[in-house]
């Protein structure tokens, strides 16, 4: 059951940092993206999400429902100009619990 919690959540951070990655020189568009598994004990999850990019800022949003039902939201935006780049991330545990994260980078 952890582990399947754990692959869960692991799906969610990979898309997160795929947005931290984002860089404004990048095609704008959308993407949408899903997945799922079952664990060894025959429990499965699964995940969703998608995203935009327009004038320098990219949004996101993914959900991943754990084997037990629970469901992790996440949203995050990422604006860069100047060379310095703003992210935020939310993410809502199964129980409610949120947390939130702000970071700045500069690109050299």
Known sequence: MKRNLATAISVVALAAASLAAASPALA????????????????SWSSSG???????????????????????????????????????????GPRGGTRTRNSTWTRY
């Open 28 to 43: 704008e568009g959308g993407w949408s993206r899903s997945g799922g598994g079952t664990g060894p004990y025959g429990r």
């Open 50 to 92: 998608g995203g935009h990019c327009a004038g320098g800022s990219c949004s996101s949003h993914q959900e991943a429902i754990g084997p037990n039902g629970g469901a992790w939201r996440r949203s995050g935006a990422t604006t860069c100009a100047g060379g310095t780049c703003d992210h935020s991330v939310t993410v809502t």
